[in-house]
């Protein structure tokens, strides 16, 4: 099974900052990896996919990149509605997912 | 509209069985691949089951293999799991998934319903 690894699990951040979150996979995954962001008591939502692939209607400042084994997700310019807990997920093999990242305002 | 509903949670011992039930609307549920996705409380996100469109493949994970049943009913716009079994580390929302398709690389969730709650306890 692919293990994924999230980092931080949790991070405070004030609005207008940059905030990066890594996920990074225990084998290659090519840019198998989507970005899903959940806020309290929703279902998940899809903003990235195939690593670095703006989902429709999603707002341009969230960002993903990388490849292999090592992504990054990122917000530009942080806004007060990007509050949630986001997560990683890999679908080279059978999907899995990183644990979470939950953001919070400062 | 993309709309997918769960429904069938509730209370059940240990050793018991539910039978979850997705009802699809929206879009031409025969054309895509669905999965089940599950969130214990206060945790993040497990990948349960996966089905086809034809209903030809199916995956599980390991933690449910040999006790749950995904299934769907085509003409009836509907996605299942048949839940066996029961254990303590099941309690969680349910939650159906539609996977994404040809606009994507692989199993990408680009839809969720709003999720059913499993609680197993005596």
């Known amino acids: 099974d692919i293990q994924m690894t999230q980092s931080p699990s949790s991070l405070s951040a004030s609005v207008g900052d940059r905030v990066t979150i890594t996920c990074q996979a225990s084998?290659?995954?090519?840019?198998?990896l989507n970005w899903y962001q959940q806020k309290p008591g929703k279902a998940p939502k899809l903003l990235i996919y195939?690593?670095?692939n703006l989902e429709t209607g999603v707002p341009s400042r969230f960002s993903g990149s990388g490849s292999g084994t090592d992504f990054t997700f990122t917000i530009s310019s942080l806004q007060p509605e990007d509050i949630a807990t986001y997560y990683c997920?890999?679908?080279?093999?059978?999907?899995?997912f990183g644990q979470g990242t939950k953001l919070e305002i400062k | 509209e993309v709309q997918l509903v769960e429904s069938g949670g509730g209370l059940v011992q240990p050793g018991g069985s539910l039978r979850l039930s997705c009802a699809a609307s929206?879009?031409?549920?025969?054309?895509?691949?669905m999965n089940w996705v599950r969130q214990a409380p206060g945790k993040g996100l497990e990948w349960v089951s996966y089905i086809s469109s034809s209903s030809s493949t199916i995956y599980y994970a390991d933690s449910v293999k040999g006790r749950f049943t995904i299934s769907r009913d085509n003409a009836k716009n509907s996605l299942y799991l048949q839940m066996n079994s029961l254990r303590d580390e099941d309690t969680a929302v349910y939650y159906c998934?539609?996977?994404?398709?040809?606009?994507?690389?692989?199993?990408?969730?680009?839809?969720w319903g709003q999720g059913t709650l499993v609680t197993v306890s005596s």
């Open positions: 084998q290659d995954i090519s840019n198998y």
């Open positions: 195939d690593a670095s």
């Open positions: 929206g879009f031409t549920f025969s054309s895509y691949s």
């Open positions: 997920q890999q679908y080279d093999n059978l999907p899995s």
């Open positions: 998934a539609r996977d994404g398709g040809g606009g994507y690389s692989g199993s990408t969730f680009d839809y």
